[in-house]
């Protein structure tokens, strides 16, 4: 079941704030940001295990509520460097169930 | 860059021809899945190779199949190619099938005609 993100897309001017959610109607195990520019690979941000702590590295930081299965990744102060499309990746876990299941993207762009 | 190499890197092919991609994990990961990202839409999970075996497989008919190597290493192959299958294919590979971030390589840009 994939993952729902909202908003589809967003547009900031440099040094505001955005929160991009990610949602599951299944248990999940674990939940993985990644960042991809146009033409590029996707880059990892950062994963949040299930009972893992809230995490956070610079100004972009993520939670995981597990009784509501949702995640959500929050950029603050945004640089023109964090325009991309991001991707949230679902997964969970047991079995043959360790593989990730994107959503449909968050496209935003960082303007000067 | 994720140390993740993939080739070719564009390739065109005519419908019902074969297709084969191939991937080189990072080095010390044991864990390679390949997946198919169409234009403006999200990676689509194909399949996953853990030492070798499948582990795990996504909704895609059975002409797609792949092979892991005794180096990690990995193919995807493509038989009977439809023109739906023009699509960015990544591979990924991880350190260890049940935890840790994705590596992903460039991708493969296939077209078919």
């Known amino acids: 079941q994939q993952p729902v993100q909202s908003p589809q897309a967003v547009i900031l001017r440099e040094g505001e704030d955005a929160v991009i959610n990610c949602s599951s109607s299944k248990a999940l195990y674990s939940v993985h940001w990644y960042r991809q520019k146009h033409g590029e690979a996707p880059v990892f941000l950062m994963i949040l295990l299930k009972g893992g702590e809230q995490k956070g590295h610079d100004k972009i930081s993520a939670s995981f509520n597990e009784k509501k299965q949702q995640s959500s990744l929050y950029l603050t102060a945004s640089q023109l460097s964090y325009s991309g499309t991001y991707f949230c990746g679902t997964e969970k876990g047991g079995g043959s169930n360790y593989k990730l299941t994107f959503g449909k993207g968050t496209l935003l762009t960082v303007n000067p | 860059e994720t140390g993740v190499t993939q080739s070719p890197t564009h390739l065109i092919k005519t419908r019902g021809q074969q297709v084969t991609l191939r991937c080189s994990s990072q080095s010390g990961h044991n864990t390679v899945s390949w997946y198919q990202q169409a234009l403006g839409q999200g990676p689509q999970f194909i399949f996953q190779?853990?030492?070798?075996?499948?582990?795990g497989r996504g909704n895609f008919p059975p002409r797609f199949s792949g092979l892991q190597f005794p180096n990690y290493s990995s193919e995807l192959n493509v038989n009977a190619l439809e023109l739906d299958d023009s699509a960015l294919y990544l591979c990924?590979?991880?350190?260890?099938?049940?935890?840790?971030?994705?590596?992903f390589g460039e991708g493969s840009r296939l077209t078919v005609l």
């Open positions: 190779y853990y030492r070798e075996e499948e582990n």
């Open positions: 990924a590979s991880r350190k260890d099938h049940t935890t840790g971030e994705l590596f």
